[in-house]
């Protein structure tokens, strides 16, 4: 998939899964063991569609635990209520012993705790996927590779790029160590080079500063951008 934005982004797509076979549910649960979502970081129509598939049938739990941690999240984003979850094997009674009955009503067995309700458990799954992903983006770093045009060709492009990366200066970002002078038409060059971001870091803000220095710089392109 590419990002509309930047021609050379790509997104890696999810791998197509048959949840109606057992099989299939096994590789299903086991690309979701260390994910919340099919693709990226958040909620998408990979996600929906493959909800869908499902046709209101819960997993298994026991056998299928992170397709059901998927699917009870997913459910819960979507606003979906009244889960068919899969019949649970009936509990066994004790046979009636008449010997021990007890005259007068006396129970000394002790009181079930109160069980979690379906309201609260995709409450705690939310929250709970909530937290994994927002530790992941806290970790998460792009690196952007971007292109940047003087505007003739007495301009010393390399005292340019060093005045960039000590001008343009965010908590976050980590300019590369060097930069490629590319020639671009009739002796003219321009400025190839990269940083890397982290998630509170904006890459628009960033070529906004640079475009900022308009006595020297002509025009800012961000050529690529790559999630580490």
Known sequence: ???????????????????????????????MGSKSYLEGWSFSPADADMFAKFEGKVPDATKYAHAYRWYIHIAALQGVRGLAAPAAAPAKKAAADDDDFDVFG?????????????????ARLKKEAE?????????????????????????????????????????????????????????IKKIQTQFVMGVNN?????????????????????LSMNVL
């Open 202 to 222: 904006s890459s628009d803000e960033v070529q906004e500063a640079i475009e900022a220095l308009e006595d020297e710089v002509q025009s800012v392109e961000i």
């Open 106 to 122: 006396e129970d000394d067995e002790e009181d079930e705790e109160p069980k979690e309700s379906r309201k609260d458990m995709l």
């Open 131 to 187: 937290v994994r992903t927002a530790k992941k983006e806290a970790k998460q770093r792009t690196l952007v590779g971007i292109e940047i045009k003087p505007w003739s060709m007495e301009q010393d492009l390399m005292e340019l790029w060093k005045k960039i990366t000590k001008t343009v200066v965010q908590d976050g970002l980590k300019w590369g160590e060097n930069c490629n002078l590319v020639d671009v038409a009739f002796g």
């Open 1 to 31: 998939t590419v990002a509309p934005q930047y021609p050379n982004l790509f997104f890696t797509m999810a791998p197509k899964f048959d949840v109606t076979t057992e099989k299939g549910m096994n590789a299903f649960s086991g690309f």
